[in-house]
């Protein structure tokens, strides 16, 4: 069974410029999250789809950052205009349902270095 | 609110011994409780879990974990530690209520020492 794919793998922009992640869940999930995970902290939730709706977005920084899931598979995010604070690692995951019991799985994730 | 905490930024061990990654709670209600495994340049990868019923649960490489109520703990254990076992652990939580994601706490790095 083929992971969750994420792309690209590291990325470098200058602040005030804009940029995009894209990632694609293993197939037949339907809930998938995007986590910000800073230098030395755990993974924090960014947003969460469940299909093509959003469950939660209470933790994203709506004035930058977007994110969308087309067609209830495939999902993109978004940061524009980038700030020195956004580098980070962009985790995305997803999980077979919403169950309270069942993990995600992780994709490598894409390295977002902010200068 | 949930969280987690992970009281040891670092924890050492030599090779064979056992090894303990430690993790404590707090939610409301009964807790969903998770362990990851990171190494360098790789995603999070599913270790184990805990769900309402058996306190000790056995996951993946040879890890197990133990559910402790009365001191809202859920540490990493295995018997014998292996040089590739060295990574970034994390702990996470699921409350039984409210947000139903992951909650993550702070991290600890093992290092195996041959």
């Known amino acids: 069974e083929a992971g969750v794919a994420q792309s690209p793998r590291y990325k470098i922009i200058e602040k005030r410029q804009s940029v995009a992640f894209w990632c694609n869940p293993i197939?037949?999930?339907?809930?998938l999250y995007w986590y910000q995970q800073i230098l030395g902290q755990g993974p924090k939730l960014l947003i969460q789809?469940?299909?093509?709706?959003?469950?939660?977005d209470s933790q994203l920084p709506k004035d930058r950052f977007s994110a969308e899931r087309l067609k209830g598979v495939d999902s993109t995010l978004k940061i524009q205009p980038a700030k020195l604070e956004d580098s980070a690692v962009y985790l995305c995951?997803?999980?077979?349902?919403?169950?309270?019991?069942?993990?995600?799985?992780f994709g490598q994730g894409t390295r977002l270095t902010v200068v | 609110a949930q969280s987690v905490a992970q009281p040891e930024d670092q924890v050492n061990v030599a090779e064979g011994n056992p090894l303990t990654v430690k993790c404590t709670y707090s939610?409301?209600?009964?807790?969903?409780l998770f362990w990851y495994v990171q190494y360098p340049n790789r995603g999070l990868q599913f270790l184990l879990k805990?769900?309402?019923?058996?306190?000790l649960v056995k996951g993946s490489y040879g890890f197990e974990a133990e559910f402790n109520k009365s001191q809202t703990s859920f540490h990493l254990k295995k018997p014998s530690a292996l040089v590739s076992d060295s990574a970034l652990y994390f702990c996470?939580?699921?409350?039984?209520?409210?947000?139903?994601?992951?909650?993550f706490g702070t991290g600890t790095r093992l290092t195996v020492i041959p």
């Open positions: 197939s037949g999930h339907a809930t």
């Open positions: 939610v409301s209600g009964n807790p969903y």
């Open positions: 805990y769900i309402p019923g058996d306190n």
């Open positions: 789809f469940q299909n093509n709706g959003v469950v939660d």
């Open positions: 996470a939580v699921k409350g039984w209520t409210g947000a139903n994601n992951l909650f």
């Open positions: 995951a997803s999980s077979p349902q919403q169950g309270r019991g069942t993990e995600a799985f």
